[in-house]
């Protein structure tokens, strides 16, 4: 198993997030001996789809990707739609995108990418809702459990950090392995 132990993890979300999505990657990157940090768009209890409840420990308002070693982003269609709205959410993604810093977006957690113009020339996977958006956006679309993009198909150099994907809830243990292996690197 890799060693997360000097790592801090954001996990990027807001009310409606996926629970398994959220909990479960919690758990392993915190297995790993990583630290996770729950930012959001406010103050106040966020709640997964489920009823889970986290307190955010930070607000996008006050984050910037220097803080992070890498960042998860959950889904759960009302959470992404939300966190996209959100200039910070925003900028944190294309931060960390062009910081080189890794990302890992399951099911709907990749919507924020389009925002963000971070996946041109990248191949990817999601909820097959979402590939129509990004495909325009320009990324490949491929239908597979877990998709590692290590970055060398980008051709602008703005966007070359490892970029982890998952199609949904149901992946989320290969979406957890593949999580904590590559932010171990």
């Not at 971070?118 to 956006?137: E, I, Q, W």
Request: aromatic share 4%; proline share 3%; net charge negative.
């Amino acid at each position: 198993m890799s060693d997360l132990s000097r790592k801090t993890i954001a996990v990027l979300a807001t009310t409606g997030f996926e629970d398994a999505e959220v909990s479960q990657v919690k758990h392993a990157v915190e297995q790993a001996g990583g630290r996770v940090v729950f930012v959001a768009p406010r103050d106040g209890l966020i709640t997964g789809r489920r009823g889970t409840s986290y307190a955010p420990d930070m607000v996008t308002a006050d984050v910037d990707a220097a803080s992070f070693s890498a960042l998860v982003l959950p889904g759960g269609v009302s959470n992404a739609d939300q966190l996209r709205l959100d200039a910070d959410a925003v900028n944190l993604v294309r931060g960390m995108m062009r910081a080189g810093k890794p990302v890992a977006a399951i099911c709907h957690g990749a919507w924020i990418l389009t925002d963000a113009d971070v996946v041109r020339g990248r191949t990817l996977t999601s909820s097959p809702t979402l590939r129509t958006d990004l495909v325009n956006a320009g990324a490949t679309w491929v239908d597979e459990e877990v998709h590692i993009d290590d970055g060398t198909g980008v051709t602008d150099g703005a966007t070359t950090g490892p970029l982890v994907t998952s199609r949904t809830r149901t992946d989320v243990d290969a979406f957890n392995a593949a999580v904590v292996e590559v932010f171990g690197r």
